[in-house]
């Protein structure tokens, strides 16, 4: 069964394209309750499937675990480093490490195409997944105080495909009050069984900026904390 979304043919690792702010909150919820000896999807029960599956590869192409799943010792170090001073500079070990083709051009004076080219080379993949990857590498960079061209950072948010875009359905009218077509009645019946997290990580979205899955997250861990 296929994970990866990848352009038939294409040589080279798959560079993360999750949200790097899922794998952050993995990482700060770890350092809460310790990593266990081996990370896989039974670890992560309240994460949709597609999530995890794109979480999982991220971890081991970060260096964080093996490939058996265990984790190392830079994930151990990455954690410890969590919310303190040592974040920044263990994360950019971590960076440096794991994207070591990227820092062969000088990233803070190279303009948005050599970036692409690169980075399109050393990690082949389709357009939207190779959009979202250097968007999880751009804020990771971000994140460890890496400094990168003005240039490059304009464009690190990825695109969206027009053919991807909802557009809400109006409700109908019937005369007798506003009704709709019965879908939403549905969501509700179907909601009605899920604990208010599960609903929240139905809503999650890694398109989402960054504001916004932060608030997804603390409500999830609202909503765990006092046990639902």
């Known amino acids: 069964m296929a994970t990866m979304d990848r352009d038939e043919g294409a040589k080279g690792p798959t560079a993360p394209y999750i949200s790097f702010l899922t794998v952050k909150n993995v990482l700060k919820d770890m350092k809460e309750h310790s990593p266990p000896t081996r990370i896989d999807r039974t670890v992560f029960p309240n994460l949709a499937g597609g999530t995890v599956g794109q979480l999982l590869p991220a971890l081991k192409f970060l260096k964080l675990t093996d490939d058996t799943g265990v984790p190392t010792n830079e994930m151990h ?3 410890s480093a969590h919310g303190t001073e040592a974040w920044g500079a263990t994360l950019e070990q971590i960076v440096r490490s794991a994207y070591a083709p990227l820092f062969k051009i000088n990233l803070e004076g190279a303009s948005p195409g050599q970036f692409v080219e690169i980075f399109r080379k050393a990690y082949p993949g389709t357009e939207d997944v190779s959009r979202k990857s250097q968007t999880f590498f751009l804020n990771a960079a971000r994140e ?14 990825p695109r969206t495909a027009p053919n991807k875009k909802r557009v809400p359905k109006a409700a109908k009218n019937t005369g007798s009050g506003t009704k709709n077509d019965g879908h939403a009645d549905d969501l509700t019946v179907h909601n009605q069984n899920k ?8 809503l999650y979205d890694t398109n989402m900026d960054n504001e916004t899955q932060s608030a997804i997250w603390t409500l999830i861990r609202y909503f765990k904390a006092k046990k639902e």
């Open 77 to 79: 170090n990455l954690i």
């Open 144 to 157: 460890a105080g890496i400094k990168i061209s003005p240039y490059i950072m304009k464009n690190k948010k």
């Open 195 to 202: 604990l208010p997290s599960e609903i929240l990580l139905g």
